[in-house]
Nanobody, 121 residues
Framework: QLVESGGGLVQAGGSLRLSCAPS????????IGWFRQAPGKEREFVAA????????YYADSVKGRFTISRDNAKNTVYLQMNSLKPDDTAVYSC????????????????WGQGTQVTVSS
């Protein structure tokens, strides 16, 4: 129900912008979260934005480097990732829940398939 795009291979210090859009319907009343999972590790929270875009949340590991934003007119949420590190390598997935964002993946009802981000050293 959600589709991510924008992943790829980038050198350390580089940037990528991920996008998340619904395959049908609109995001309007939903908070969107980004999560990532590296091989052999549990899925972890990255960032979230409330339905209005007025409130954002970030994991400490990405604060100051990643920015989450949304354009409800385009029905798209973005994750701008700058100063990427090899430790950022993971499959990144977006997820939706009604109204407010949280950091707990169990709170999200709808998920995308994920997009691979690989950061080389």
């Amino acid at each position: 129900q959600l589709v991510e795009s924008g992943g790829g291979l980038v050198q350390a210090g580089g940037s990528l912008r991920l996008s998340c859009a619904p395959s049908g319907g609109t995001f309007g009343s939903y908070a969107i979260g980004w999560f990532r999972q590296a091989p052999g590790k549990e899925r972890e929270f990255v960032a979230a934005v409330s339905w209005s875009g007025g409130t954002t949340y970030y994991a400490d590991s990405v604060k100051g480097r990643f920015t989450i934003s949304r354009d409800n007119a385009k029905n798209t949420v973005y994750l701008q990732m700058n100063s990427l590190k090899p430790d950022d390598t993971a499959v990144y997935s977006c997820a939706a829940r009604f109204a407010l964002g949280t950091t707990d993946d169990d709170d999200y009802s709808y998920w995308g398939q994920g997009t691979q981000v690989t950061v080389s050293s």
